[in-house]
């Protein structure tokens, strides 16, 4: 007995080394009441929240399964959050700020010889032979030991979290935004010297005094700070140049600094209304914008139509001059001339016009030299090329059904039968005449169409007197009259005798008929009086299986697994009992 208490001894000091903690002491049911008065406290705020090992404030109202550290990793810590954080050792390593791939850096140095553990094939040190990018030459560096190629650079692998792998800025040096400041202060330095040699020539000119040029030079008084001298300079170009600001389907205004929609008027046909077919122009919602034209498949002219698309109305009118007059400013702007279309348009038109009227003076003469020089002026008198080859380059595209989608179409074609033909000497066409409800020519006043024309004296004939001028029409209109009745009379026969064939064909298809109806009316009839007399015999068949004992009827006597015809179902029908018939107990049925 004390062996076995011994043992048990030595077991529990055994576990107890091998776990090396003890099971937390019971507490008291004193100290439990001091610890839940004490939370309570903390919870309504009256005692000082509990601090874990770091020094950071618990919140009370935080479970105690969450707050408190488990017996059996370590009893002696302090009730911590610690272990609800993430963990140091289980987080992703990421690249620090700043660090990017290095950009121009410079080839190292070549090797003179084959060093091991190089490509066998350039002897480079960074990479093996199967991943070498250079052709594979015929001896490699590792036996001749010439040509060794530089080893590359290694660039860093970066590990990048979400926003660095979306940082737009990531990479970008901020010294080359130097390079900007400087350059605009530059311009901006040449701008004030520009200006302020100005403003010495109309001085030495006479035309300003020193007061108003000093004025003139900050933008106003000279006592203005430099602040507000850079902001007045600031709002001046602002104002100059407000019309490259304007967004698609709005207005900007640069005297009251406010942007009005385009709305469109309520009475006007809404573009995407204009053609309901899903394949004609695209229709842009944001920008209210139809480019194309809408009616391009329905066979209208451009011109003919009300609306043809914002790019027709873009490029018709003087809209292609404007643009030209604009694209001149823009150039001799670059080229030093202090021109703008909408701060002075006249001084723009004027320089304009000189321009192109220079430049056609520049070639005109550069033509003549070159004609004087070597000659060919008549090449220049050739006709045209289309002409001479009976050829031409001009694109054109057609769709499968024969429109054109491309090029220039061609010309609509007012009616498909023959215009301004005239015949038999008249000056005018049939129908240009009418009275009475009759068509005629106007040269002659004549009703027929195949007469011959006698110019004014026809007008001179009555109506009465015409239908006799008829009769002594050329005989080649009579000819031709007399051909066309004959024509219809013979048709009229044709067809009369065509009809009396049918009819002796049906009289004869309606006899055949009658008599094959007769005989199939007498087979008919015998059938089905066969078959009522079958009915009889199996209705008394059956009447007499009724009769009979069920064990004593032969197998499937009530049952016929053969398709009947008509005239047994016609003789069943009529053979039938009817239960519902109120006539069925005078019938005998």
Not at 205 to 212: N, Y
Not at 310 to 318: E, H, L
Not at 440 to 448: A, D, I, L
């Amino acid at each position: 007995m004390e062996a076995k208490v011994v043992e048990d001894a030595g077991f529990a000091e055994g576990s107890g080394g091998v776990m090396g903690l003890d099971e937390p002491k019971k507490m008291t049911r004193e100290d439990w009441r001091k610890k839940k008065e004490l939370e309570e406290q903390r919870k309504l705020g009256n005692a000082p929240a509990e601090v874990d090992e770091e020094g950071k404030d618990i919140n009370p109202h935080i479970p105690q399964y969450i707050s408190s550290v488990p017996w059996y990793i370590d009893p002696s810590k302090r009730p911590t959050l610690k272990h609800q954080r993430p963990q140091p050792e289980k987080q992703t390593q990421y690249s620090p700020f700043g660090e990017w791939y290095f950009r121009g850096v410079k080839e190292g140095t070549k090797s003179t010889k084959f060093r091991k553990g190089a490509c066998e094939n350039c002897g480079a040190m960074t990479h093996k032979k199967k991943d070498c990018m250079e052709r594979p030459r015929k001896v490699g560096a590792k036996f001749t030991g010439a040509e060794i190629a530089p080893d590359e650079f290694a660039q860093p692998e970066l590990s990048m979290d979400y926003d660095g792998k979306r940082d737009r800025w990531n990479g970008y040096n901020p010294e080359e935004h130097m390079k900007i400041v400087e350059e605009y202060a530059k311009v901006d330095l040449a701008k004030r010297a520009l200006k302020a040699q100005k403003l010495q020539e109309e001085l030495a000119s006479g035309r300003l005094t020193e007061q108003s040029a000093q004025r003139k030079y900050w933008g106003g008084e000279e006592q203005n700070p430099q602040a507000e001298r850079d902001h007045n300079s600031e709002d001046e170009d602002e104002d100059k140049y407000a019309d490259d600001i304007d967004m698609p389907g709005q207005n900007f205004d640069s005297k009251r600094r406010i942007t009005v929609r385009n709305l469109r008027i309520r009475e006007d046909i809404a573009k995407y209304l204009r053609n309901l077919d899903p394949n004609s122009a695209y229709y842009d919602p944001k920008t209210r914008a139809m480019r194309e034209n809408p009616y391009c498949n329905a066979g209208k002219n451009p011109d003919e139509v009300d609306y043809a698309g914002d790019n027709f109305v873009r490029y018709s009118g003087d809209t292609i001059a404007m643009a030209q007059t604009q694209l001149f400013a823009w150039e001799a702007y670059e080229k030093g001339s202090d021109v703008h279309l909408q701060a002075d348009p006249t001084k723009l038109e004027v320089l304009h016009q000189s321009f192109k009227v220079k430049k056609e003076d520049f070639k005109q003469c550069q033509k003549e030299s070159i004609l004087e020089k070597y000659g060919g002026q008549e090449h220049l008198n050739a006709p045209p090329r289309e002409l001479l080859l009976a050829q031409t380059e001009d694109y054109v595209e057609y769709s499968r059904h024969g429109a054109i989608i491309k090029g220039q179409e061609k010309a609509i074609a007012c009616s498909k039968y023959e215009e301004d033909v005239l015949i038999s000497n008249h000056k005018c066409v049939w129908g240009s005449y009418w009275r009475d409800g009759k068509w005629g020519y106007k040269c002659c006043h004549s009703f027929f169409k195949f007469s011959y024309c006698v110019g004014e004296t026809g007008k001179h004939i009555s109506p009465e007197d015409s239908i006799d001028v008829s009769v002594h029409e050329p005989e080649v209109a009579n000819h031709k009259g007399e051909e066309y009745e004959a024509k219809i009379r013979t048709l009229m026969e044709i067809h009369q005798e065509k009809r009396k064939e049918e009819k002796k064909k049906k009289k004869k298809h309606r006899r055949s008929h009658d008599s094959d109806s007769d005989n199939e009316e007498a087979k008919k009839k015998e059938k089905l009086k066969k078959a009522l007399n079958v009915e009889e015999e199996r209705l008394k068949q059956v009447e007499k299986m009724m009769q009979l004992d069920e064990r004593k009827r032969p197998y499937n006597s009530m049952y016929d697994s053969r398709e009947p015809t008509e005239e047994e179902i016609e003789a069943y029908q009529m053979k039938r009992q009817r239960a519902d018939d109120p006539m069925a107990s005078f019938l005998g049925l």
